[in-house]
């Protein structure tokens, strides 16, 4: 993704924060965006290497993506493939349809791309697309008004490709609008990089193309900054939407918004995109914001008693695993909240490669690592959790 390097400052003080307020129901989904998700879908996508669209990785990666909403428990029929051909091969753009309950014809439609060229691309757009992972575990039990869809894009690095196919082909036919869509919410690197100030992100609204959608997708990116700063800890900038994948939908008249790092991090589309460069609290922070926004977009329902997360106690326990002293230097301490669970501990470098393995042992003994930033997964039984620690010698 290209972006223009001109951000015009916001402060909520700006917005009609009046016609928002924070929901609680909404605001304790937004916290169930787990870190430990986040940061293992990253070393997932990481490890699927370099998804240029064509390429049997960019299949491998579509695979993933496919496995992951099932393990989340979307049935098949919610799942289409949307298979497409360019001038370097065949790809599929990814489509899963979650209905809502009083406009079922009538979409949001959140959306990233998966392909990459060079590097993993885990910032662009592995971050966006585990934002779109989280979101879619934590509401897929939950009612909305209006249906969602989340959608993977390929080809995206070439051209827009994959999304330019869907809206000519599916959202279009000809002249014909054949989908009814309310707002194209669009996630492209956010990955920002390890060391600098990730405290903002930017909410893109729509300049270019046709002008007669320009004020809703002003709105529509209004009402994403406030629900940016209700439901994160991120404050916001407006900058225009440019170059990914809403574009094609914004050349149909339809309403677009989106995210993308406010502090840009310079390594898309390079082999410096990887694992070790990207912040992920930066993303953390921004799945939060999205699922606070989307809930908001789709009109979620409010009630606390239906939280669907697909996320077992255990899990949740897990996260409260403490590793430390973090940065290390030759031990490394593991403490778990149940001390008489059995587990396994596996250490690995930003490639994926495992350097370390024990089995219920709570030190770790570092002295032959050298000095980088590595991922400790903690395993017990089915459930597992990642952190990134620092070696410093």
Partial sequence: MKKIAVFLFTSLALHHIGAQNLIPSYKTRADMVSQANINNNLLEFSNLGVKTTGSSENTNAFNWL???YLSYGYAANQIQ???FTFWGGDSKNLVITKTGTVYPDKYIIICGHYDTIVGPGVSDNGSGTSILLEAARILRNIPTEYSIKFIHFSGEEQGLIGSYHYADNIAYQGNVRKQDIKLVFNIDQVGGQLGNNNNTITCEKDISGQSAN?????????ELAVCTG??????????????SDYIPFEEKGYTITGFYERIKSNNEHSADDTL???DPVYVFNVGKAAV????????????NDILGTHETAAQKDLETVNIYPNPAKNLLTVELPQSNLPFNIELSDMTGNVLLRTENQRNIDTTSLNKGVYMVSVKTGQNHIIKKVIIDK
């Fill in 292 to 303: 606070g926004a989307l809930q908001h977009f789709a009109v979620a329902s409010t009630s």
């Fill in 214 to 222: 320009n004020a809703a997708s002003a709105a529509a990116t209004q």
């Fill in 66 to 68: 496919k496995n992951k």
């Fill in 81 to 83: 493939e949307d298979p």
């Fill in 276 to 278: 070790a460069n990207i």
């Fill in 230 to 243: 209700l439901y994160s800890p991120l404050q916001t900038y407006i900058s225009n939407a440019y170059s």
